[in-house]
């Protein structure tokens, strides 16, 4: 959309010259002013980076709806029971194997948003993910969480590039989603993913599984927040409280209950 365009360039040149109008105005005598013009250019800049679902500087999809360009909105009542399944942080060699064979039992399917540098080690489990009818998408090559949203052009840009081009060598896919790790995307991102044909993709359902080892607890809070054409999200690569593999725990379970619910997993 326009507006998301325009709004992403008024941000990002407004923390450009915020400091140049800052000492400008502090020079003159004007220091709240000055202040001022930093605060809110930071102001607008983190809300945008640090609220995952927050569109005011380029498009977030949160719904099946919007991912198949129905409209904007979170899955509204009357949809179909479709929800889209996305995996993050794989493929993971003690994980992706029995996701995909839960996958299959219960006839679902996927989007595995893998990290390229996990994608380039275990290049045979990106195939099956492929050749079992789910969908690869972009991740960052080396997931850096607690850095990646304060990331610049260059460092940003290099992240989702060697991400897209690994997967393209190993896969011959041009992946069509990406995932900013914890959905941190600041408008740099959100430029750069539009400059290369991606779409950023949020999140409507999450048990906290990055975080989070208990199942049960996973699990409760998956079931309150799922709805007819929300996005799920879930995590591979963590071990449970209980001493097993975290990701096929909670996906056996959270298939049973989708079946029971009358809800199918699809890929837009
Ligand atoms: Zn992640």
């Given at each position: 959309?326009?507006?998301?365009?325009?709004?992403?360039?008024?941000?990002i040149?407004?923390?450009?010259?915020a400091p140049?109008?800052?000492?400008?105005?502090?020079?003159?005598?004007?220091?709240?002013?000055?202040?001022?013009?930093?605060?809110?250019?930071?102001?607008?800049?983190l809300?945008?980076?640090?609220?995952?679902?927050c569109?005011w500087?380029?498009?977030?999809?949160?719904?099946?709806?919007?991912?198949?360009?129905?409209?904007?909105?979170?899955?509204?009542?009357?949809?179909?029971k479709?929800v889209?399944?996305?995996?993050?942080?794989?493929?993971?060699?003690?994980?992706?194997?029995?996701?995909?064979?839960?996958?299959?039992?219960?006839?679902?399917k996927?989007?595995?948003f893998?990290?390229?540098?996990?994608?380039?080690?275990?290049?045979?489990?990106?195939?099956?993910?492929?050749k079992?009818?789910?969908?690869?998408?972009?991740h960052?090559?080396?997931?850096?969480?607690?850095?990646?949203?304060a990331?610049?052009?260059g460092a940003?840009?290099r992240?989702?590039d060697?991400?897209?081009?690994?997967?393209?060598?190993?896969?011959?896919?041009?992946?069509?989603?990406?995932?900013?790790?914890?959905?941190?995307?600041?408008?740099?991102?959100?430029?750069?993913a539009?400059k290369?044909?991606?779409?950023v993709?949020?999140?409507?359902?999450?048990?906290?599984?990055?975080?989070v080892?208990d199942?049960?607890?996973?699990?409760?809070?998956?079931y309150?927040?799922?709805?007819?054409?929300?996005?799920?999200?879930?995590?591979?690569?963590?071990?449970?409280?209980?001493?097993?593999?975290?990701a096929?725990?909670?996906?056996?379970?959270?298939?049973e209950?989708?079946?029971?619910?009358?809800?199918?997993?699809?890929?837009?």
């Amino acid at each position: 959309m326009r507006w998301r365009r325009t709004l992403r360039h008024v941000v990002i040149f407004w923390n450009v010259l915020a400091p140049f109008a800052a000492i400008t105005l502090v020079l003159g005598s004007y220091t709240w002013l000055g202040l001022a013009v930093v605060v809110v250019g930071h102001a607008m800049w983190l809300t945008s980076t640090m609220i995952p679902s927050c569109q005011w500087c380029g498009e977030v999809v949160t719904s099946l709806a919007q991912a198949r360009g129905d409209g904007d909105s979170a899955g509204a009542e009357g949809q179909d029971k479709e929800v889209w399944l996305t995996i993050d942080d794989g493929p993971h060699p003690e994980d992706t194997p029995h996701l995909l064979d839960l996958l299959d039992a219960h006839q679902a399917k996927a989007t595995f948003f893998f990290i390229g540098a996990h994608a380039k080690k275990h290049r045979k489990l990106v195939r099956q993910v492929i050749k079992r009818g789910h969908e690869v998408a972009n991740h960052t090559m080396n997931h850096p969480q607690y850095w990646f949203w304060a990331y610049g052009p260059g460092a940003a840009d290099r992240e989702m590039d060697e991400c897209q081009k690994v997967l393209g060598d190993v896969a011959d896919v041009t992946p069509r989603w990406f995932r900013a790790p914890a959905g941190f995307k600041n408008p740099i991102v959100q430029r750069h993913a539009e400059k290369t044909g991606m779409r950023v993709v949020g999140w409507s359902a999450r048990g906290r599984d990055g975080v989070v080892t208990d199942k049960e607890q996973v699990l409760q809070r998956l079931y309150s927040e799922i709805r007819p054409g929300g996005i799920i999200l879930m995590h591979e690569g963590r071990v449970a409280d209980n001493g097993g593999r975290l990701a096929p725990q909670v996906l056996g379970a959270l298939l049973e209950w989708l079946g029971k619910n009358g809800y199918r997993c699809v890929v837009p």
